[in-house]
């Protein structure tokens, strides 16, 4: 393994999933702007859209997660077409 190449600040981060609200802790060392109070302790935190709690892989639902309104624009342009 090459030496100096590995980031040493590794601590612990909270990931939340916007879409479900479910959140977890890991070691990680990306730069958190915001932070979250969670059994007395204070960890940064990182907002994720999409995780394992929420993804149609690992939960077995299918699930439309529309953050942009793709869906509607989507529908609008070609959903009267599926009637026909």
């Given amino acids: 393994m090459k030496q ?5 600040a590794y601590r612990p981060v909270v ?3 916007m879409s479900n ?4 802790i890991t070691r990680s060392t990306i730069n958190a702007k915001e ?18 709690t929420s993804h149609p892989f690992y939960t077995g639902k299918q699930k439309l ?11 609008s342009r070609y959903g009267s077409r599926a009637k026909k």
């Fill in 65 to 75: 997660v529309d953050t942009a309104g793709r869906v509607d624009k989507f529908m």
């Fill in 21 to 24: 609200d479910d959140t977890f």
């Fill in 35 to 52: 932070t979250i109070d969670l059994d007395g302790v204070t960890y940064p935190l990182v907002k994720i859209e999409i995780s394992n």
């Fill in 15 to 17: 990931f939340k999933d």
């Fill in 4 to 8: 100096g190449i590995h980031p040493e």
